[in-house]
């Protein structure tokens, strides 16, 4: 019997082994790539895996993408995972291939973090690293606060101060730019967008230019945790709602696709995110990118988790009660248990991989 719930996992390594099973029982090629930079809490080796469904020259490519926020990729291993079990690469239409690229950041997803093995918020490491930085002076106000020296009582009200002092001055969603938005300042700090490209960045793109280049569309799902009500998917597309894949987007997602510039999403406008990197590595393609959001905990809880999270790792002990209190937290806001919010991510990818898919062909 195929049941959702079992499509999840609890660990990294639990999700590769399910990952690289399912692929093969449905008739997948698989291709491992070792980040040679990390390692797992428990000495193990780190892989981006992809699995590869169809003809080698389809023309059209489905590609689901899981991990690129590392503990996020619970959630998309999952829905990947799902997809081979009931059966999606035997319905795939007619010229119609599909990729699955799982734990794009295995360092992440393993430590139970957002960010890769240098701090790098992968969705604000896609600029380009020898012009300019984007400025966020929003991030520079509050950067002690985000993080404190120590985690307890008194540095938790002084944080509270400070960020309810920002949000009188610019709001709620004001504050939630200012610190989700990207900076580049502090390697220390969260949601940092690097100095170079990371190892997934470089990793991405040569999967990109090595699996995809004879297609000539391309439908890109990149699932995400952690913004929005509960269970909800909000399909995100980062693009400038001018720019020609914005429009193919919205004609196969519908009006109900939101984006952060046009002020319709629930996520900052942020700038160099991920999936820039498939129409650069694809000239020929037709990209059409969107991000799949799903909801867990409120703001102020999930943003929380992760200035935890990052204080744990540059200034706590990941391994200590504190740290394994800390950690368990943040899978949480990125993983609800239980089983409901699992059924609600598959529903909702099925529906959208099946918009994406119908869009792909014209059908
Ligand atoms: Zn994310």
Redesign the pocket.
């Known amino acids: 019997m195929f049941s959702v719930s079992g499509c999840f996992s609890e660990t990294y390594a639990e999700a590769r082994a399910k990952f690289c099973a399912a692929a093969a029982e449905a008739g997948g090629a698989l291709r491992s790539w070792l980040n040679p930079k990390a390692h797992g809490p428990n000495g193990e080796r780190l892989f981006l895996d992809t699995a590869r469904f169809g003809a080698d020259d389809a023309q059209n490519m489905l590609v689901l993408i899981a991990g ?2 590392g503990v ?1 990729g619970h959630c998309g291993s999952g829905a990947e995972i799902a997809w081979m079990r009931s059966g999606g690469p035997a319905k795939l239409p007619k010229d119609t291939g599909a990729l699955l690229i799982h734990a794009l950041n295995p360092y992440g997803f393993a430590w139970t973090r ?1 960010v890769t093995e240098d701090n790098v918020d992968l ?1 604000r490491n896609f600029v380009d690293h020898d012009k300019g930085y984007p400025k966020n002076d929003g991030y520079l106000e509050i950067a002690n606060a985000v993080l404190p020296v120590e985690w307890n009582e008194a540095s938790a009200a002084e944080t509270e101060r400070v960020f309810g002092a920002f949000a009188q001055k610019h709001g709620a969603f004001g504050l939630q730019s200012a610190i989700s938005g990207g900076q580049y300042t502090h390697p220390d700090g969260i949601f940092f967008g690097g100095t170079a490209p990371s190892w997934s960045n470089r990793t991405v793109r040569a999967v990109a230019r090595e699996e995809l280049s004879r297609a000539k569309r391309v439908g890109i799902i990149d699932f ?4 929005g009500p509960f269970g909800h998917g909000e399909l995100i597309c980062a693009v400038s709602p001018g720019a020609k894949s914005f429009a193919r987007a919205k004609a196969w997602y519908g009006d109900e696709m939101t984006s952060p510039e046009g002020g319709t999403s629930t996520s900052a406008v942020v700038v160099g995110v991920m999936t820039d990197a498939f129409p650069q590595e694809l000239p020929d393609a037709e990209v059409t990118p969107v ?1 799949l ?1 799903y909801g867990t905990y409120t703001v102020p809880e999930v943003l929380n988790a992760v200035r935890a999270d990052n204080w744990l790792h540059h200034r706590g002990e990941p391994g200590s009660p504190l740290g394994r209190t800390l950690k368990a937290d943040m899978k949480e806001r990125f993983f609800p248990a239980g089983d409901k919010w699992r059924e609600m991510v598959w529903t909702r990818a099925d529906q959208t991989i099946g918009w994406a898919l119908k869009g792909m062909t014209g059908g």
């Open positions: 690129t926020h996020e957002r969705n995400h945790t952690g913004l991000a959001e």
